[in-house]
């Protein structure tokens, strides 16, 4: 009591702390002397003499004030935990404020994002994120470098759903960011792999190759970080996706360099992602690694990388099984119809071509038009191509037929609107199947069809989109004009296809491509050819002549062999024919000259027919010239070679070309006759 009036201090205050004081065992008089006075001490200084806080919220005040009630009353357990309360109440308030601040914040940026990648803007749009993450966690790097990382990847599945080179910018500049705050070996690893792969995603969308070579260096600087004994398989899947962005690279490359290097990558990757330790990615490799292969074997002469992407992809089937993978199982059938139908138009027989078909065909049994009709479209447009080239060296039209079926069906999925540059070179690809038919076939029906095929090409292969795509197909309608020509009165479709040539030729330049522009010259030559023998005068053949001797500028005998031999026989006709509508033999000399130069390539070992060919038309141009100079012996050479070359080809079978040798020989023989009577 004395010391409630003499203090000042509240009587339950008093008698609780006394209480306890008195209870502690361990303090002497003086202690509990000591210990009441400290308690005094805190309750007159801080709970009953502080002065009221005028900046503290209500509730504060109102549980300081309870808190010293019920501590005057001496009931301190309660004041404590009428305090605690009011910190729990105001710890949600503070949670709730910072979450409702965050949302707000987010929100705002969010919607700042959004504006910039709808203006396709996407480096301010990852400026936006990386002020939400600074402006949400300040200094808190781990925090900064898990909502970048998060916002990276949703941003990067947007553009691969969505189609969005946006979306992929705004990724790639966040994966830079990320970069940046790296600070482990590991983690700049990670970084340089992560950007790496946004990098090639873009990099395989645009023309340029600027982004293929920035992932290249990032998959580089990644594997400089990971260690390969530390993380093997890690290691791996960098030297996979380098070797990817290398494949990418190395497709829109001349030379081969860079596929080399691709098919390095994914070798090293081999060592680590071995069958045993990781079977579905040695799988996923053996298929990249194959792809790399069959690029360079398409580049290359020779069977030798095809046959080693043929064994790639086998060695993957035995892990993608149609059982376990049965999309990947399809997909790598169908890379394998493209290596064996490659290697099959460079070997002879049709054994591979027909394995390439099965291929494609096994690819279509999970590759269905319900399940995934743009894949179904491209393998029906890859089995044509094998039917086409089987159908090239097989008698009669079936497969050819079958070829044109298949390109009929992708078309159904391969639509204009669509995908309209794929509905363009499956157009392209028809109207070479109907091409080919059309030649064998009489009438003119399949020919205009293969006509309206191209023609349909040109209208999404334009000259300015894709320039040498339209030369080609230009090239190709040429073909299919000409032939139609050739079995139509009159000039119109010669002049027509002397037209799509020359057009050709305005982006298949020398410079550019210049085996392309060699090929297109030896064809305008054939069109003039015609065209110069259904008019009177020279200057169509004149015309030819000058086109097929350009054309041999490129085509040289030591890059292309045959095609130079073949384009020295078209010569030779074109000679012939001048040299006909003409006095004197300087021609028909020429001609013979040009025809010797053909037999040099077209030996009766490698191409009999045309061997037997074209020492029967020089026979033709020899007994012209043994007429007019009345040389007998020249004569009798000239009907021995057309003899031979009658007999070769009814021996093979070529009874249309025996036969228009056949009535050579009857002139022949008149002329000899008549040199005989001289």
């Known amino acids: 009591d004395k010391l409630v009036q003499e203090r000042d201090v509240a009587e339950g205050f008093i008698r609780e702390m006394a ?10 008089l003086d202690g509990m002397k000591q210990a009441v006075r400290n308690a005094i001490e805190i309750y007159q200084n801080e709970i009953a003499g502080r002065p009221v806080e005028t900046n503290l919220d209500d509730i504060v005040n109102r549980a300081l004030a309870r808190a010293k009630e019920q501590v005057d009353r001496g009931q301190s357990n309660l004041a404590r935990a009428t305090l605690r309360r009011a910190a729990e109440h105001m710890r949600r308030e503070e949670e709730e404020r910072r979450e409702r601040y965050v949302v707000s914040v987010t929100a705002l940026y969010h919607r700042e994002r959004d504006i910039a990648l709808a203006s396709y803007d996407g480096d301010p749009a990852a400026g936006s994120i990386v002020a939400l993450a600074e402006t ?23 553009g691969d759903r969505r189609g969005s080179n946006v979306h992929l910018v705004a990724a790639i500049a966040l994966r830079r960011k990320l970069l940046n705050l790296a ?13 790496g792969v946004a990098l090639g995603r873009l990099g395989e969308r645009e023309s340029e190759t600027t982004r ?15 260690m390969r004994e530390q993380a093997p398989l890690n290691w791996a899947t960098t030297q996979m996706n380098l070797g990817n962005a290398l494949s990418r690279l190395g497709e829109r490359e001349s030379g081969t360099s860079t596929l080399e290097q691709a098919v390095a990558a994914y070798r090293a990757a081999l060592e680590e992602r071995t069958r045993e330790r990781a079977p579905l990615d040695w799988a996923m490799t053996q298929s990249n690694l194959g792809a790399a292969l069959n690029t360079l074997g398409e580049r290359e002469s020779g069977t030798a990388r095809l046959e080693e992407a043929v064994a790639a992809y086998h060695a993957a089937l035995e892990e993608w099984t149609r059982e376990r993978a049965p999309f990947d199982w399809a997909t790598t059938q169908n890379n394998l119809g493209a290596a064996l139908n490659t290697l099959g138009e460079r070997e002879s027989g049709t054994d591979t071509l027909e394995r390439a078909v099965a291929a494609y065909r096994a690819a279509l049994e999970e590759r269905t038009r319900e399940r ?7 393998t029906q447009s890859n089995l044509g191509a094998a039917l086409y080239a089987l159908g090239g060296r097989e008698s009669g039209t079936a497969r050819l037929e079958e070829a044109v079926a298949a390109y009929r069906a992708a078309l159904e999925e391969n639509t204009r609107e669509r995908v309209p540059l794929d509905w363009a070179m499956t157009q392209t690809n028809l109207g070479a199947a109907l091409n080919t038919l059309g030649e064998r076939e009489s009438g003119t029906a399949r020919l205009n069809e293969a006509v309206t095929a191209y023609r349909a090409a040109l209208e999404e292969r334009t000259r300015e989109r894709v320039p040498l795509r339209w030369a080609a197909t230009q090239m190709n309608l040429g073909n299919a004009l000409q032939r139609l020509g050739e079995r139509e009165s009159g000039t119109a479709r010669l002049e027509e296809a ?23 010259q030896n064809n305008l030559g054939a069109a003039l050819y015609t065209l110069g023998g259904r008019e009177s005068g020279t200057a169509r053949l004149e015309e030819a002549v000058t086109a097929y001797r350009a054309a041999l500028e490129e085509w040289t005998r030591e890059r292309v062999p045959l095609d130079w031999a073949a384009t020295h026989n078209n010569l030779g006709n074109a000679l012939q024919r001048l040299g006909e509508r003409e006095s004197g033999t300087a021609r028909l000399e020429e001609a013979v000259a040009a025809q010797r130069a053909a037999l040099e390539e077209l030996t009766r070992e490698r191409v009999p027919l045309d061997w037997a060919a074209t020492l029967g038309n020089q026979g033709v141009v020899m007994m012209l010239i043994a007429d007019r100079t009345n040389d ?19 021996s093979a079978g070529h009874t249309r070309g025996a036969a228009i040798f056949q009535r050579q020989l009857l002139k022949a023989q008149a002329i000899r006759d008549r040199l005989k009577d001289k």
């Open 19 to 28: 209480k306890r004081v008195a209870g502690d065992k361990a303090l002497d």
């Open 136 to 158: 949400i966690h300040g200094t808190n790097t781990a925090k900064i470098v898990e909502l970048l990382s998060s916002e990276a990847h949703a941003l990067e599945e947007t």
């Open 183 to 195: 600070v482990s070996d590991d983690e700049r690893g990670a970084a340089h792999m992560s950007l």
């Open 212 to 226: 293929l070579k920035e992932a290249v260096q990032a998959f580089r600087a990644a594997l400089e970080e990971l």
């Open 372 to 378: 995934a009709p743009l894949d179904w479209a491209m």
């Open 498 to 520: 002397v037209a799509a040539y020359h057009a050709a030729l305005e982006e298949r330049t020398r410079e550019r491509v210049p085996l392309d522009w060699a090929g297109t």
């Open 632 to 650: 007998d012996a020249l004569a009798g050479s000239a009907m021995a070679q057309i003899t031979t070359a009658c007999v070769a080809l009814r």
